[in-house]
Each structure stands twice: as structure tokens, then as C-alpha cells.
């Protein structure tokens, strides 16, 4: 278990219940998601070999699905919570407040959706220019497209990397409303009661440190938000993947904004792979639906 070179006062009492159970050798292995830290797993064993090169790299696989448990975890009990806390906070500089001013009018974000790893597709709701708010995402290094330009347009931004609706889900927020016009932008989340509200408040500020918090209230889930999650959960992670990309990225709408083919390249899949989770998405829900 080491000795006491640089121990600290924590760790001395653990070390000596440690050793007087005969156990000689530890190792701690972080659980995180995206960069959040949720805490570590430590193991004890009694003798140093036993944690040797060849546990180490098995233990470390807990990682990744231990902090995927703990955040979805946490993002189903925002979600499926009777009470929650709202909280609303004005984020004067961010990009969803730079595209309002390149558009000259308001920019929402109306939906998320990661087809791969890599790749997070967000959907903006415009009102005014898209073609700007476009050309401000290519200013921040991401690539955009103008999905609709009608009077209320639509304009799908690709980001490699954690988004900020990322970054607080994994915090076991919610994202309910981000918009933004002319004087800054503004955003509405939710987290359960359980959270203390100082804990979400800092998971806010890290990814947007100009974010201040406005308004708290503790508000009741209304009987469609509790639908909307037992058909969700209806679904595959693909199946609502599917679905949620076709449905932002206007594919339901006529004249149809985005082609079967754009879709399937966006979640780099094969046409058929793609209307095959489409399809199966839409007999899930309806089998719910109609049953």
C-alpha cells in the first residue's frame, strides 16, 4: 500500500484499518463520464502481486461502464421524477447568443441528438437569418448546414467533442429550454430534488462561466412528460436515435428537409440499416400507442 511518503491525514486512517486486516496493496480506479468525476473504485487485496499489469487494465474497464450506470442513472430520475427543480439562469455570452445577433433575431436549441460517438447533431429553431447562423457555427470550427429557410428555419450543427447539453447530463440535468435574442441568451434546466441545487448551479457555470442564475422553483411533472418517458422507453438507443435525427432534421416535414440518405451518412450507416431502426422505432411506438 505504499508508505508514508507524502500520505496525507486522510489517508493515514485508512491505511492502518487497511493493514490491520492484512491487506497490503490497493488500487483506485476513477469513475467518470465525459469529464465529470463521480468518484473512484478501490480495491484492496493482500498482496501487491495480486493487483499487478494484468488486473489493472481488467479494472480499468469499470470505468467506462460504471460512469455510463451513474449518469444515465441520474438522467432517468430527472426525467422520470413527479417533483424537480427548475432552474433558470441568463448566459450573456455564449454561441447560441452570438448566432441571435448574426441572424438579427431569436435562435433556440430545439434538439440533440449523438448518431455516433464522435459526432453530436444539434438542431437550432431560427427566427431571422440561418444562412448566418450557419456561417457563425463555421466561425467557431463546426460545420453547419441550413436544414429549412423558411421564416422559421431550422440549422443543424455538427460538434465533435462534449456539448454543454452533454456536459450537464451528465451531471443528472436536464436541458428543458436554451434560447436566445439580441440581449443574450437564456437556460431553463431541471434536476431532481435529491440534487442540491448549489451542486447543479456549479455543473451549469463550468461549461458556461458566464451563466447566473435568475430563478429557482420546485415544480410537479405533468402526466405527458410522464408518457413521453414510457414511450421512450419503448425504444433502442438506435431506434430513438433514428427517429429523434429524422424527426429534427425535418424529414417528416413536406416538402421533406433532409433525404433517407443524408440521415443514414449522418449516423454512418447504410440506407437500409437506417430505415430498418425507422421503422422499427415507428411499430414500437405504435404498438404502445395502440395497445
Not at 189 to 195: A, D, K, L
Request: glycine letters at 8%; one cysteine or more.
Amino acid at each position: 500500500m505504499g508508505n508514508d511518503d507524502g500520505e496525507s491525514a486522510a489517508e493515514a486512517p485508512r491505511r492502518a484499518v487497511a493493514l490491520d486486516h492484512g491487506l497490503e496493496a490497493c488500487v483506485a480506479i476513477p469513475i467518470t463520464y465525459g469529464e465529470t468525476l463521480y468518484g473512484a473504485l478501490t480495491v484492496y487485496a493482500g498482496e501487491g502481486a495480486a493487483v499487478d499489469g494484468t488486473v489493472r487494465p481488467m479494472l480499468s474497464q469499470f470505468d467506462t461502464v460504471l460512469g455510463h450506470a451513474v449518469a444515465a442513472a441520474g438522467r432517468r430520475l430527472a426525467l422520470t421524477s413527479d417533483r424537480y427543480v427548475e432552474l433558470t439562469f441568463d448566459v450573456p455570452s455564449s454561441f447560441l447568443a452570438r448566432a441571435a445577433n448574426a441572424a438579427d433575431g431569436t435562435v433556440s436549441l430545439s434538439g440533440r441528438v449523438s448518431p455516433t460517438e464522435e459526432t453530436t447533431l444539434r438542431y437550432l429553431s431560427v427566427t431571422g437569418d440561418a444562412a448566418a447562423v450557419a456561417s457563425a457555427a463555421a466561425e467557431y470550427g463546426e460545420s453547419a448546414r441550413v436544414v429549412s429557410d423558411d421564416p422559421d428555419g431550422v440549422v443543424e450543427v455538427r460538434h465533435r467533442g462534449e456539448t454543454v447539453g452533454q456536459a450537464l447530463a451528465s451531471h443528472g440535468l436536464v436541458v428543458d429550454e436554451y434560447t436566445a435574442d439580441g440581449q443574450g441568451a437564456t437556460l431553463t434546466v431541471r434536476h431532481p430534488t435529491e440534487m442540491e441545487t448549489h451542486t447543479a448551479v456549479e455543473a451549469v457555470t463550468a461549461p458556461l462561466p458566464s451563466a447566473s442564475l435568475r430563478a429557482k422553483q420546485e415544480v410537479s411533472a405533468d402526466p405527458p412528460e410522464r408518457e413521453r418517458s414510457t414511450l421512450s422507453a419503448a425504444l433502442t438507443d438506435r431506434q430513438r436515435t433514428a427517429l429523434e435525427t429524422a424527426y429534427y432534421a425535418g424529414y417528416f416535414e413536406w416538402p421533406r428537409g433532409t433525404t433517407a440518405e443524408e440521415l443514414a451518412d449522418v449516423m454512418d450507416v447504410a440506407g437500409p440499416t437506417f430505415h430498418q431502426h425507422l421503422r422499427a422505432a415507428h411499430r414500437n411506438l405504435l404498438d404502445r400507442l395502440v395497445e
